[in-house]
Structure formats: structure tokens, C-alpha cells
């Protein structure tokens, strides 16, 4: 069983920055990944980043690319996401996940432990 703990997150202006971290709690493999999702509202939940627990390895959507940065401390079981030049469009709630043995990380429906999700404003 996994246990996530979210943080972070809050209001910021465009072109600002922001930093998330997701505290986990509970037996962990090489073979884990964690990933940050987000929901807008009236929209589906999609894709942010998302990191192996070991041995690195990083994935990001195409619209985070050069702008956020998902990162791990082992030591502390923590993940974060590091958000930077944010846009208004960036606004949403901001889910930690994590999976295990995951065929495509991208894919939601695979991630089987979830957080709560703090809420991210970006004000124009």
C-alpha cells in the first residue's frame, strides 16, 4: 500500500514559479513510477510528468517540455514538480500518482495509487 501526501502549489502570476512535491509513504520497487496529472475544470484529466522511482528516467508532455521539471529523493520517497514560466492555462489541480510495471506512463487509468491534488492558480 502507498500513501501520497501532496504540497505546494497556491497562486502565481504568469511567467511565475511554482513547486510541488508529493510525499510517499509505503514499500517501494526499481520498477515504480510517479507521475504529476492535472484537471482543469470541465476538463478531462491529463498527462503532466511523470519519473521512475529508480534509476531516473523522465517523461513530460508536450506542452510542459522546457518550462516544468519532475524530479525524486529517494531518501525522502518524495517526487516533485518543479513549474516554471507558467501561463493562466496552467491552472488546474495537480495530482500525484503512482504506478507500478506501467506500459505507457502517459496512461492514467494504469496509475494505481493517487493523491489528493492541490490547486494551482495562475493569474494573468
Known amino acids: 500500500q502507498v500513501h501520497l501526501v501532496e504540497s505546494g502549489g497556491g497562486l502565481a502570476q504568469a511567467g511565475g514559479s511554482l513547486r510541488l512535491s508529493c510525499a510517499a509513504s509505503?514499500?517501494?520497487?526499481?520498477?515504480?513510477?510517479g507521475a504529476w496529472f492535472r484537471q482543469a475544470p470541465g476538463k478531462e484529466r491529463e498527462f503532466v510528468a511523470a519519473?521512475?522511482?529508480?534509476?531516473?528516467?523522465?517523461y513530460y508532455a508536450d506542452f510542459v517540455k522546457g518550462r516544468f521539471s519532475i524530479s525524486r529523493d529517494n531518501a525522502k520517497n518524495t517526487v516533485y514538480l518543479q513549474m516554471n514560466s507558467l501561463k493562466p492555462e496552467d491552472t488546474a489541480v495537480y495530482y500525484c500518482?503512482?504506478?507500478?510495471?506501467?506500459?505507457?506512463?502517459?496512461?492514467?487509468?494504469?496509475?494505481?495509487?493517487w493523491g489528493r491534488g492541490p490547486q494551482v492558480t495562475v493569474s494573468s
Open positions: 509505503g514499500r517501494f520497487f526499481s520498477n515504480y513510477v
Open positions: 519519473i521512475r522511482w529508480s534509476g531516473g528516467g523522465t
Open positions: 500518482a503512482v504506478g507500478v510495471g506501467l506500459s505507457r506512463w502517459s496512461d492514467a487509468a494504469l496509475y494505481k495509487y
